[in-house]
Structure formats: C-alpha cells, structure tokens
C-alpha cells in the first residue's frame, strides 16, 4: 500500500512591491497630501469588497469550527503607504464563526511575527460584536506595521479564550489547540537569489513546527513556476535530514538549486507522512464525555473516550450499540472505563464477538458523579414513517462538503440521503465519511459511508440511517482509506 502523506502547508512569494495594494492600483502617484488629510476615498471600501470576493473563494474549501470556541472562515490582507498620520498600515478583513458557544464579551488582538515567531507588532485589544451560537459575522482590524509574514489573533469571550495562527498573509488563520495532538510543520519567509550565468539558485525560508507534538518524517516541497504559473521545476528538502522535527522546532534553512530553468515565483509546501487533521482525530471539543475513533480491529471493537465536561468523572461507562444499514441495533457493548479525569484521554476495546458487519453507530455514556441536569427539550409528535423532516444545512471538513437533500423517517430514525463534494483541489481514491449526529437531548451517534474515486469538483450521493429521531448537531470527518480495507 502506497504511504499517505498530507499536504499541510504552502506559503507562496509573489513578485510584486512590498507595498501593493487596492489603492496603489489606481495609477495616482505619491504625492504629499495635506496634513490631516483624511484617508483617499475608496481605500477601505475596495479593500473591503476586494475581501468579498476573497471570501467567496475561501467559502468552498472553509471548514466550520466543530467545538464551542469561534473559527474563521475568511481572511484577507490589504494595505496602503500612509494613513491619516502618514504611517504605513495593513488592515485585515476577517469573517468570523461562532461555535457551540456564543461569541459574548468578546475581545480581539491581533499580532505580527518574524521569521524567528516572535511578536514584531503588537495591536491593541478591541471590542468583538456578538454572534449567536453556529452564527457568522465580518470585522476588520488595521495595525501600523511593515510587510506582515505571519500574524497571530487572540480572541477572548466570557466563555474562553483561543489563539489563531495563519503562516502566510493568504492564509486563513487556525486555532491552535488544532494542532496540540500533531506535529504541524510549515515554511516562512520564503526567498530565493539566482545566477542566471551559473543557473545557480539558493533558496532561504525558515521551518517552523507549530504543533505540539514532534513531526516525522518531514519533507518539504520546492516548487518553481513561470510568469503564466506553470510549474517548471520541483525539488525536495528534508530538514535535519529526516529526523523528527521537535515541537516549537525553529529553522532558518538555506538550500542549493544547480541547473534551475527560469522561473518567476516560489512555492514550498510540507509533506509529512504521519500527519492526520483534527477532524480526522474524531473528538469535536464538546463538553461532554466524547468517544471517537469506533472501529474494529481484527475480533475487537476499539475506540477512544475523552472527558470534556470540565469535571472528573467517576465510575464511567460507555455504550456503543452497533446497526445495520437501516438503523437497526445489532449489538450493544458496555464498557467500563472507572474514573476518567478531566480532559483525561483513554483508549478502549470489547470483544466484537458475531457482531462484525456493521454499518453504524451510536454511543452513550453515565457515571457515577453528579452532573448538571440537561435542559429539558419540548416533546413533540414523532411524525409518521415515510415523512420528510427539517432538512441540517451542509457541512464541511478540509474541503469535502456534505449537502442534505432528503431526510426519510423510519421505524427506529431516519435514513439521511444528500450528496458528498470533493473540493480539496486533488482526485480522492475511496474516501470513508463519517457524521457525528447529536439529538436535542445530548446523545450522539456515528454515521459511516464510503465514496469511491471522487474526483476533484465531482459529487457523489451517499445515504446513512440513523437510530435517532432528531437531529440538532452535525460534525463530518473524512479519511482515506486503503482499497483492501473494504
């Protein structure tokens, strides 16, 4: 089997001034303005409709934060020569997304970083509007500074606080307690000086390691390309040699290119083949006692537990109950896992026994400690087997998108049919989906579905039943999975 490896990161220097932006592109010159001019008109509004159409783009691959802290969904980065003070200044467009938890009280402070991550410039903190759970909002945030390379943006709320890092100005910052189970290896700062006589080329960037755990097996790839953007070169690097790349792991490194044909810019994304993403991790940061990662290894039902209720628990059990297709319970497993402290992580397994083809999932738990008591729900009439129901709207995760379109009532649930897109910018082989459903009154249950072949900007339809009767949360994860696995 072929290793897989993901592609994690990509910073790209363009061969433009230091300075572009919207303004700059009218074709004025540089003359003094009167003191205390205001701004030229127009600046911040085409900076600003620049970023509607940035974020249009950024919306296909965007994927929605999974827990209870905000995500954003779009960043966009314009900046001119002088404000009214004549200082040089960028101003960021962002578009924000609340969580499971509504953004309230909410500050923000946004930070430039050098090639060597630390602070360069430091913003004031500023007040945050307020965004009701699941709901999107736009800000902007101007700072005097130079050329941002990196930035960071702190956000904080009356229920937490995050920190978001984005390694490029055209990246779309991400929360870092992302990247706390993984290595994450980027490259910043990206130059390169050539010898046309020699067709020398010594290319600098500097290697950061934002996760927190090591990286292994690191490569990072050089990618040169012409004028027109057609790639026609491409070498490889393997910082420290291949050896595992430490958490807070900081580089400056310098590579030699001899025979390079002639290019215009630089890209140099990383490659590492033990990397996986959050959501393929499983655990969405719920405060609850989440199970993730059901599946079964050789005679054994395997899984992983977390305890996010912010309180040790003692004398814990989890149930899974494994269905068919249609949603029926094939078996039910109760594992006991004894006291589980906060945040505390385990992995678990029982005897799968006659119950090995299962197509679904659903997992429960209870202890032995007191808990708060659940918001009580409003019952309602269960409507009859065959009936349409609420459509969930679409979800997405590292730019797969699931899209409801029918939602049928059964017996024991519903059946949930829609369509699966592939928009991750590459042909997938088999891909395993997976949804995490959660009723009104907390419970979860996995769904599964396996696509074959989706090619890149193609759709597939796919159908999972679920044994739930309502649904008031949905969270999809994807991985691929080897052709033998079926």
């Known amino acids: 089997m072929t290793p897989r490896t993901a592609i994690i990161a990509l910073t790209l220097l363009f061969a433009c001034p230091a300075w572009s932006s919207a303004a700059d592109k009218t074709g004025k010159t540089d003359k003094a303005e009167p003191k205390n001019a205001p701004v030229a008109a127009g600046t911040d509004a085409a900076g600003k409709a620049d970023a509607k159409l940035v974020f249009a783009q950024q919306a296909k691959t965007a994927t929605p934060p999974a827990g209870d802290r905000p995500g954003f969904l779009g960043a966009y980065v314009w900046g001119s020569r002088a404000d009214i003070s004549y200082r040089p200044f960028f101003q960021w467009e962002f578009r924000i997304q609340a969580g499971n938890d509504p953004i309230k009280a909410g500050k923000v402070r946004l930070t430039t970083l050098g090639p060597d991550k630390k602070p360069v410039v ?18 902007s945030y101007r700072l005097n500074c130079t050329n941002p390379m990196a930035y960071q943006v702190e956000i904080t709320t009356e229920d937490g606080s995050e920190t978001y890092l984005a390694c490029d100005k055209g990246a779309v910052p991400v929360p870092l307690t992302e990247l706390a189970d993984q290595g994450y290896v980027v490259a910043v700062n990206s130059n390169f000086e050539s010898d046309e006589k020699t067709k020398q080329t010594v290319v600098t960037y500097t290697a950061w390691n934002v996760g927190g755990k090591p990286a292994k097996g690191v490569v990072q790839i050089l990618r040169l390309r012409d004028e027109a953007g057609k790639e026609v070169a491409t070498y490889k690097n393997r910082p420290e040699k291949g050896a595992d790349l430490p958490p807070g792991y900081v580089k400056d490194i310098k590579v030699a290119l001899a025979k ?6 630089l890209s140099i994304s990383t490659e590492q083949a033990d990397t996986q993403a959050l959501a393929e991790q499983g655990f969405t940061g719920a405060k609850d006692v989440e199970v993730a990662k059901v599946r079964a290894e050789g005679k054994e039902l395997k899984a992983r537990v977390r305890n996010g209720t912010g309180q040790d628990q003692e004398g814990v059990i989890v149930q899974i109950a494994v269905q068919d297709k249609s949603g029926k319970t094939l078996k039910t497993f109760d594992i006991p896992i004894g006291r589980l402290g906060i945040g505390e992580e385990r992995d678990i397994a029982a005897e799968l026994g006659g119950a090995s083809a299962w197509a679904g999932y659903e997992t429960s738990w209870k202890s032995s400690s007191p808990t708060v008591a659940a918001t009580p729900v409003a019952t309602k009439a ?32 519903f059946v949930l049919a829609g369509t699966v897109s592939n928009a991750t910018g590459k042909d997938l082989p088999l891909v395993r989906v997976q949804v995490k459903v959660s009723d009104p009154s907390g419970r979860t249950q996995e769904l599964e579905c396996s696509v074959a072949a989706l090619a890149n900007g193609a759709s597939a339809p796919v159908r999972m039943a679920c044994g739930m009767k309502d649904i008031a949360r949905m969270a999809m994860t994807w991985r691929l999975a080897p052709p033998e696995a079926d």
């Open 122 to 139: 430091q913003g004031e903190w500023k007040t945050l509007f307020n965004v009701v759970s699941g709901g999107t909002n736009e800000f």
């Open 260 to 265: 390079v044909p002639k290019f215009a810019t």
């Open 382 to 413: 269960a409507p009859a087997a065959g009936a349409q129901t609420g459509l969930p709207k679409p979800i997405a995760a590292q730019g797969m998108t699931l899209t409801p379109e029918t939602m049928e009532t059964t017996v024991t649930g």
